[in-house]
């Protein structure tokens, strides 16, 4: 059965081709990001997956304590910053909230945790395309179900990085 063309909801123009790539740096790092080379580990590992171009509006959340390695270790991002259990989490659904639905035609989110999982659910409802990026056995399966692709990570934490 085909769906009417005036039941299906378009995207302005504006969003066409536009994609948001959200990174919880703090859950690809498996931990805070308290030194350069965790944030440059955590960097190339969202990096390898090819999801980020250099046209892509890129917005990282962290807590206050890793805002300098990652900032000094990737650039051309936005940072949200709030400290606090999942504080860097509440950063980005706040981003998300931004009327991204009207702004991008697809969202990429760098993170395994749950809580993002009705905000991915709502995006992919409205038409957004959705992919989710994280270490395997990390990605809660409500996350891992809502979104529409789920990449996984070649990359396991290097705790003697945080020494």
């Known amino acids: 059965m085909r769906v009417p063309p005036s039941a299906v909801r378009r ?3 504006l ?7 959200l990174v919880d740096i703090e859950n690809i790092a498996g931990g805070a990001c308290t030194t350069d080379a965790i944030a440059r580990q955590a960097r190339d590992a969202v990096a390898a ?9 890129v917005v990282i959340g962290t807590s206050h304590i890793g805002l300098i390695p990652v900032g000094t270790n990737w650039d051309r991002a936005r940072y949200v910053v709030r400290s606090g259990r999942d504080g860097a989490d509440l950063a980005l659904l706040e981003v998300i909230a931004e009327n991204v639905v009207t702004r991008f035609e697809s969202v990429v989110l760098a993170s395994g945790d749950r809580i993002f999982a009705p905000a991915v659910a709502d995006l992919a409802a409205a038409g957004v395309a959705t992919t989710v990026i994280g ?3 990390h990605i809660a399966r409500a996350l891992h179900q809502a979104a529409a692709r789920v990449i996984y990570l070649d990359h396991t934490p ?4 945080a020494a």
């Open 11 to 13: 995207q302005p123009r």
């Open 158 to 161: 290097d705790a003697r990085a």
């Open 135 to 137: 270490r395997r056995g």
């Open 15 to 21: 969003a066409r081709g536009r994609r948001l790539v």
């Open 49 to 57: 997956t090819g999801q980020i171009g250099i046209t892509d509006h």
